[in-house]
């Protein structure tokens, strides 16, 4: 283990988690993380970033041609959390509980973000 190699930023956001855009385009957007790509440091949240793609018809695969909208990823710095307990986008803490399990924690209300 190198204390070099530690240079890549950890991905406090996982699947499934709340967030909200905060910058570009769909500032001010949430939804769910869809996905997450660690090694471009990306997030996919629902609704956001939507671009449309024009897909020529391949009847061997059953795609139909035409323009389909999807999700595109966004940088992590762009998007925040958004805390259950008081509904704003926060900061993601840590907190180590007695037995060792480190869980994740709003910044603004202490309250913990994972279920
Ligand atoms: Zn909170």
Same mark, same amino acid.
């Given at each position: ?22 910058? +570009? ?17 990306? /997030? /996919?949240?629902? $609704? ?5 793609? $024009? ?10 041609? +035409? ?11 762009? /998007? ?8 704003? $986008?926060?900061?993601? +803490? $840590? ?21």
């Amino acid at each position: 283990m190198s204390a070099q190699a530690a240079r890549k930023i950890t991905i406090q956001l996982r699947k499934g988690d709340q967030v909200k855009v905060m910058v +570009g385009r769909d500032a001010g957007k949430s939804g769910r993380v869809l996905s997450v790509n660690p090694s471009k440091n990306t /997030v /996919v949240v629902e $609704h956001a970033n939507i671009i449309k793609r $024009h897909t020529r018809p391949n009847p061997s695969k059953n795609i139909k041609g +035409g323009i389909v909208e999807k999700e595109g990823p966004i940088n992590i710095s762009k /998007v925040m959390m958004i805390c259950a307990s008081c509904g704003k $986008h926060t900061r993601i +803490g $840590h907190k180590i509980s007695p037995d060792g399990t480190k869980s994740r924690i709003c910044r603004r209300c202490g309250n913990g973000l994972d279920k």
